[in-house]
Nanobody, 122 residues
Framework: QVQLVESGGGLREPGESLTLSCAAS????????MGWYRQAPGKERELVAT???????NYAESVKGRFTISRDNAKNTVYLQMNSLKPEDTDVYYC????????????????WGQGTQVTVSS
């Protein structure tokens, strides 16, 4: 069974930086997409950034120029470098992966991490 284990959340003041990490554990044939989403209480989960196995990235408009997503395919790990943090970045951040468990898998499956809290406050 594949699990995503997130780390790196915490409390920062506005303007500071924080890096989140998410590692996939278990047997995986290929991870197609990895990404970060965030969710505030009572709101829908929203995309923050995604990255393909080839390194193609996509960002929400609200984080462009401040956040950088990257991945280490050998370690099945995705990172989110968050700079110039704002109070509105305060959320629970979730890691997501779309992956093939085996070469013969008929379709990719989606897996979510447990979430990590990021709080930006002075």
């Amino acid at each position: 069974q594949v699990q995503l284990v997130e780390s790196g959340g915490g409390l920062r003041e506005p303007g500071e930086s924080l890096t989140l990490s998410c590692a996939a554990s278990g047997s995986v044939f290929l991870i197609l997409f990895m990404g970060w989403y965030r969710q505030a209480p009572g709101k829908e989960r929203e995309l923050v950034a995604t990255i393909t196995s080839g390194g193609i990235t996509n960002y929400a408009e609200s984080v462009k120029g401040r956040f950088t997503i990257s991945r280490d395919n050998a370690k099945n790990t995705v990172y989110l470098q968050m700079n110039s943090l704002k109070p509105e970045d305060t959320d629970v951040y979730y890691c997501n992966a779309e992956l093939l468990l085996t070469r013969q898998a008929p379709a990719p499956i989606g897996v979510w991490g447990q979430g990590t809290q990021v709080t930006v406050s002075s």
